[in-house]
């Protein structure tokens, strides 16, 4: 609901001049400040909920003994978590700025990932649940899930897939021009 209201107000102000990163949309001053502010909140939480646990696991194969338990309140066990976090962000950064057509490509992949996540899978879950259950679905619970699964699902997917290739080819075609060829 966030992102489809913040994308629905996006192009009500900006309608086709929105940039491809909202944040240039805005005009410079207070409200571009608040709107960066508050991208870097979403940011920190989203590492802090998705990051943490992939970074302790990264964290007990390097160094088992320091990530729980006494070793990890240890000085030395704080170092080597931030070590480890250290390296996996300064190695992100890296990728993101190394590879051209990083954008598009991450384009490309969350297209393919998030309308399954959003639409597909919740809706083929409970569905699958309720049948498994021997739970009566009501008519407009099945409505909803059919078109979830029917409309939804594939729509979004097909566009988002049909704008993220048409980023890529876009990126890979000015990396050709730039290159020479």
């Not at 309140?73 to 704080?78: E, Q």
């Not at 009501?138 to 704008?163: E, N, Q, R, Y």
Request: charged share 10%; proline share 6%.
């Amino acid at each position: 609901a966030a992102y489809l209201t913040m994308g629905i107000t996006a192009f009500y102000f900006a309608g086709r001049d929105l940039a491809p990163f909202v944040i240039f949309s805005v005009p410079p001053g207070p409200l571009r400040i608040v709107v960066a502010l508050l991208l870097c909140v979403h940011i920190l939480v989203a590492f802090a909920l998705v990051g943490q646990p992939l970074l302790l696991i990264a964290h007990e194969t390097v160094s088992p003994k320091t990530a729980h338990g006494p070793g990890a309140a240890t000085l030395a066990g704080r170092a080597k978590h931030f070590a480890v976090t250290l390296v996996v962000l300064a190695a992100n950064f890296i990728v993101a700025n190394v590879i051209p057509f990083f954008g598009s490509m991450m384009g490309l992949i969350s297209s393919f990932c998030a309308s399954p996540i959003i639409f597909f899978f919740p809706a083929w879950f409970l569905w699958r649940s309720a049948a498994k259950a021997g739970d009566k679905l009501l008519a407009a619970d099945k409505c909803f899930l059919a078109f979830s699964l029917l409309v939804l699902f594939p729509l979004t997917l097909g566009l988002g897939l049909t704008t993220a290739i048409q980023g890529l080819i876009a990126a890979l075609e000015d990396i050709r021009d730039n290159a020479g060829g």
